[in-house]
C-alpha cells in the first residue's frame, strides 16, 4: 500500500464553499485514482487550504479489456469513431458474428505513472460556486489564486501542474505568525507542522478548540453563549489559529430589541450573542480573532467594538424612526409592493390574509373578539416591509412588525407569523398567532399554485414545501381540529400537495408512511390530529403479535379474493351471505365474531375511541387463523365456495374499516 497526499493552497476560500470544495476534492481523487482503490480518505478544508489523505494500491490491476464495436458493415465513420474513442488501431480489431470487437491487454500500471496522467486536468477543472482568473493564471480559474500545491506519495513528490503552479512538498503556515516555508512528508508531518506554524488545519480540531474557548472566556463571567451550530461552523472557516475574545456593548444599545442586535452582530460581523444566567441577553458579545495578540487582544476588542457601535447606532438609528409611524399608517404603501406579477401587491395579499385568517380562527372556536384580532393581525403582518429597519436587515421581517405593533396580542402574531421557518423552528401557540400563520402560508400556497408556480424537482422558489410543512407541523403540534379540506376550500391540489409533504415528513422522521397512506385509504378524513391519531392507533397494533397476524391474514384474504374475483367476474363485497350454509366450526366462529365486532369496531373508530377499536380489531385473529387452518375457502360445492368468499368479504370489508391494510408493508416475522 502507499500513503497518499494533496494539499491545495490558494488565497482566502469563502467559508460557505469550504466542505463542498472538500467533497469535491474526494470525488475527483476516488473517480481518478478508482483503480488504486483508495481507502481511508481523510479530509481537511480551511481558509487557504483544501487537503486529502489516503492509502493506495502501488499498482493497478492488469487486465483484459473486450469491447464490441460497430457492425462489421458499418460506414466507415463510425469505425472511425469508435478507434478514437477507444484511442486503438484499426489493426487490433477483429471481426466476430458480424461485429468488429477490440481486445486489449491492460499492463499493471504503476500509482505515481497513474497519478501524473489524470489529476492535473481534473483538479483543474474542480467546480466552485465562483471562481477567477488572475494576472499570470492564462486561461485557468479558481475560487481565488491558487499559489501552492503539495503531492506526496510514500512522501515522496509526484510532479504535476495545474494552472500555474507546480507541485512540489512546500506549504505555508499562519499568514502572520509564520514566515517561513514548511516543508512535509505526509499528512501526519502536515498537521503537526502546521501546528506548531498557528494553523490548525483540521476543521473538527478547530471548531472543538472555539468551541471550548468560549466556554472557558464565558465562565469567567458568569456568561451562556446563544446557540448557533451555523455560526460556529462559518467561524471555524475563518481563521486558522483561533483566539476567543470578549467585548462590550455599550448600555445605550441594549433597549434594542435582541434579534436587531443579534442579527446585526452576526450578519455583518460574525460575533456571538450572549445571555447571563438568568437567560437575559448580556452588554457583551464574543468573537474569534485569528490572531494571537501580544497585548491579550486589547487592542483587537477596542477595534469590533467601534465597529459594533457604528453598527448599532445605525440599528437604533432605524429603531426611532420606523417607531414615529404605525404599522397601520404603512398600509397604504403596501399597495407600491409586488408580491407577484400574475398576483398583485402585498396590500392586497394582506387583506386576503386578514380574512383568512378571521374565518380560520373562527373555525378553531375562536370568539368573536379573537378572530378580530386574528384578522387585524393579518392585516398588518406585511406593514413592517416598509419599514428601515427591515430594509437594512429583511430577514427580520414580521419580527419587528410585532415590536412595532400598539397590541401585544397583534403583536405576538405577527412576530411568529412565518414560523415554523424550519424543523428546529417553535410553531406559534393560541388562537390569533397559529390563525395568522396558518393563513400566510395558505394564502401563498393558494396564489402561488394559481399562478404556476407549483416546486418541479428540487427546485422551490417561494418555498411552498416550507410552508405545506409548517401548516402541518402548526395544526399536529397544536392539536388544532381543523379540517384540511375545509382550511384548503376548493383548491384539492392544494391539499394533496400539503398531504404529500405530510408523507415526507413522516418518511424522513422514519415513521411508517405506509400506515398513513392506509388510513387515508380507508377514510377520506382530512383532520390531520384525528388522522395521526388513527396512524399511531395502527402503528401501535402491528407493533403486537395479533397486529402482525392479523395484517398476515387480511393480505392472504385479499389476495385469494382478488383472484377469485377477477376468475369468477365477480366482486364477493356485499355480496349475498347465507349463514345457513356455514357447516364447519371454523366458519361459523368467524362469522360469530365478525357480527360481535364489526357494528363495535365501526363505532369506536367513530368515536376515537381507538383503544377499544384496536381491542375490538384484535378478537378478530384467533377466529380467522382458525379459518384458514381448518377451512378449505375453494370448496367443490359453488354455493359454499361462494359463501365462503362473501364471508373473507365481510372480514376484509370489517378490518378496511380501519385501514387499507393492503398498503402496509410487512415487517418481521408473521407466524
Not at 380 to 408: N, R, S
Not at 623 to 629: C, K, L, S
Request: charged share 25%; hydrophobic share 50%.
Amino acid at each position: 500500500m502507499a500513503t497518499f497526499f494533496l494539499e491545495l493552497f490558494s488565497e482566502e476560500i469563502p467559508a460557505r464553499m469550504q466542505a463542498g470544495a472538500a467533497a469535491a476534492l474526494a470525488k475527483i481523487v476516488t473517480t481518478q485514482l478508482a483503480s488504486l482503490n483508495p481507502a481511508g480518505i481523510r479530509l481537511f478544508y480551511g481558509p487557504r487550504r483544501i487537503a486529502i489523505a489516503a492509502t493506495l494500491n502501488d499498482h493497478t490491476t492488469a487486465d483484459a479489456l473486450e469491447l464490441r464495436g460497430p457492425r462489421s458493415n458499418a460506414p466507415e465513420a463510425a469505425i472511425e469513431g469508435f478507434l478514437r474513442k477507444t484511442q486503438a488501431a484499426r489493426a487490433e480489431l477483429v471481426e466476430e458474428n458480424g461485429f468488429f470487437v477490440l481486445r486489449r491487454n491492460i499492463q499493471a500500471q504503476p500509482a505515481r505513472l497513474l497519478i501524473e496522467k489524470t489529476l492535473p486536468v481534473a483538479l483543474a477543472a474542480l467546480p466552485w460556486p465562483k471562481s477567477m482568473r488572475w494576472g499570470g493564471s492564462g486561461n485557468f480559474a479558481w475560487v481565488r489564486p491558487l499559489r501552492r500545491i503539495i503531492l506526496l506519495l510514500n512522501g515522496e513528490i509526484v510532479p504535476i501542474i495545474v494552472g500555474p503552479v507546480t507541485s512540489s512538498n512546500l506549504t505555508e503556515g499562519h499568514r502572520f505568525h509564520a514566515s517561513e516555508l514548511i516543508e512535509v512528508s505526509g499528512v501526519d508531518d502536515w498537521l503537526d507542522q502546521l501546528r506548531e506554524a498557528h494553523v490548525l488545519a483540521d476543521q473538527s480540531e478547530r471548531r472543538a478548540a472555539i468551541l471550548a474557548g468560549l466556554q472557558h472566556a464565558l465562565a469567567a463571567r458568569a456568561l451562556v453563549l446563544v446557540d448557533d451550530p451555523g455560526l460556529l461552523d462559518e467561524v471555524t472557516g475563518l481563521v486558522e489559529w483561533p483566539a476567543v475574545l470578549i467585548g462590550a456593548i455599550d448600555a445605550a444599545f441594549m433597549d434594542l430589541p435582541p434579534e436587531v442586535r443579534e442579527l446585526s452582530m452576526k450578519v455583518n460581523q460574525r460575533y456571538f450573542a450572549l445571555r447571563d444566567a438568568s437567560g437575559a441577553p448580556a452588554p457583551f458579545f464574543a468573537f474569534v480573532s485569528n490572531i494571537e495578540a501580544d497585548d491579550g487582544g486589547a487592542a483587537i476588542i477596542a477595534g469590533n467594538e467601534r465597529v459594533l457601535r457604528a453598527r448599532l447606532s445605525d440599528a437604533k438609528h432605524f429603531w426611532t424612526l420606523d417607531r414615529k409611524s404605525s404599522l397601520e399608517s404603512r398600509l397604504p404603501a403596501l399597495d407600491q409592493i409586488v408580491f407577484h406579477a400574475k398576483i398583485g401587491s402585498q396590500g392586497e395579499r394582506a387583506k386576503r390574509i386578514a380574512a383568512l385568517a378571521e374565518s380560520i380562527a373562527l373555525s378553531l372556536g375562536a370568539k368573536p373578539a379573537q378572530a378580530a384580532f386574528a384578522a387585524r393581525a393579518g392585516l398588518l403582518c406585511k406593514a413592517d416591509l416598509t419599514t428601515g429597519m427591515v430594509g437594512e436587515f429583511p430577514e427580520l421581517q414580521g419580527i419587528i412588525g410585532g415590536y412595532y405593533a400598539d397590541d401585544a396580542t397583534i403583536g405576538a402574531a405577527i412576530r411568529t407569523h412565518y414560523q415554523p421557518k424550519g424543523p428546529s423552528d417553535e410553531v406559534p401557540r393560541g388562537f390569533v398567532p397559529c390563525s395568522v400563520a396558518l393563513a400566510d402560508k395558505c394564502d401563498s400556497l393558494f396564489t402561488l399554485f394559481a399562478a404556476g408556480e407549483q416546486p418541479t424537482g428540487s427546485g422551490d422558489p417561494f418555498a411552498l414545501r416550507r410552508a405545506a410543512l409548517g401548516i402541518i407541523r402548526i395544526i399536529i403540534e397544536n392539536r388544532l381540529r381543523l379540517s384540511l379540506t375545509d382550511l384548503c376550500g376548493g383548491h384539492d391540489d392544494v391539499r394533496h400537495f400539503i398531504l404529500e409533504r405530510l408523507r415526507v415528513k413522516l418518511r424522513s422522521d422514519g415513521d411508517r408512511f405506509d400506515i398513513l397512506e392506509a388510513v387515508l385509504g380507508a377514510s377520506a378524513d382530512s383532520d390531520l390530529v384525528r388522522l395521526m391519531n388513527r396512524v399511531a392507533a395502527v402503528t401501535a397494533f402491528l407493533a403486537t403479535d395479533d397486529g402482525r397476524n392479523l395484517l398476515a391474514a387480511f393480505k392472504r384474504a385479499a389476495n385469494i379474493l382478488r383472484l377469485e374475483e377477477a376468475k369468477d367476474k365477480q366482486i364477493y363485497q356485499g355480496s349475498a351471505f347465507d349463514a345457513s350454509l356455514l357447516h364447519e366450526p371454523a366458519e361459523r366462529a368467524l362469522d360469530t365474531a365478525l357480527n360481535a365486532a364489526a357494528a363495535a369496531l365501526k363505532t369506536a373508530w367513530d368515536a376515537e375511541d381507538y383503544a377499544a377499536a384496536m381491542h375490538n380489531l384484535a378478537q378478530l385473529r384467533a377466529p380467522i387463523d382458525r379459518f384458514f387452518d381448518a377451512i378449505t375457502v375453494n370448496a367443490a360445492e359453488p354455493d359454499i365456495r361462494r359463501n365462503r368468499l362473501a364471508l373473507l368479504a365481510r372480514f376484509r370489508q370489517a378490518v378496511a374499516l380501519i385501514a387499507d391494510f393492503s398498503k402496509i408493508e410487512s415487517q418481521g416475522s408473521e407466524s
